[in-house]
């Protein structure tokens, strides 16, 4: 910077003298504008370079989680039911859909045609009516499948260890 001249007195100096004196103001009130201009220019440089870092760093932790595979987001595998169990709740799935069936042979005195008629079925279950009295249920989603002919024997039956594996718990006071 430049040095600063001594000001001459305001009050009553010459034509000179004031014209120096409003050239010097202006030259110092230019100087306050320009540090001013720079100090700001200064600021938004540091801010720009700030933002610029985060951006990257932004992008690197993006790239990261999308193809860097950390560990912390990995979900481990979810075990299936084991094949006992599938079992199990296939024979006890065919118990509730014959005591459906039951129900309804004894509210309409027959066996429905279909068990659409029962509402919402299983999809590997199928029926086939023998007379009034008498029908099959197959399970086909399990290995083996299993068979139910309610001639051959009672309901209850069916479910065998069905029911203790799967923790279903029946009462064994029915009237």
Same mark, same amino acid.
């Given at each position: 910077?430049?040095?600063? $001249? ?61 193809? *860097? ?16 169990? $599938? ?65 051959? *024997?009672? $309901? ?20």
């Amino acid at each position: 910077m430049s040095q600063s $001249l001594p000001r001459p007195p305001l009050d009553g100096g010459s034509e000179e003298q004031k014209a120096i004196s409003a050239i010097l103001e202006r030259d110092s009130a230019l100087k306050a504008r320009i540090a001013a201009i720079e100090a700001r220019r200064e600021r938004d440089t540091r801010r720009a370079s700030v933002g610029s870092v985060l951006v990257i760093v932004l992008a690197l932790a993006a790239a990261y989680l999308w193809f *860097g595979d950390p560990p912390f987001l990995r979900r481990k595998p979810v075990p299936g039911p084991s094949p006992s169990s $599938l079992h199990a709740g296939a024979r006890f799935s065919l118990y509730l859909l014959g005591c459906r069936l039951e129900e309804f042979r004894l509210k309409h005195g027959r066996l429905p045609d279909r068990l659409d008629a029962l509402g919402s079925v299983p999809a590997a279950v199928s029926y086939e009516r023998i007379d009034r009295r008498n029908y099959v249920l197959r399970y086909t989603g399990v290995q083996p499948p299993i068979v139910y002919d309610s001639s051959m *024997g009672n $309901l209850s039956q069916l479910t065998g260890l069905a029911v203790e594996s799967l923790g279903v718990s029946v009462s064994e006071n029915r009237p």
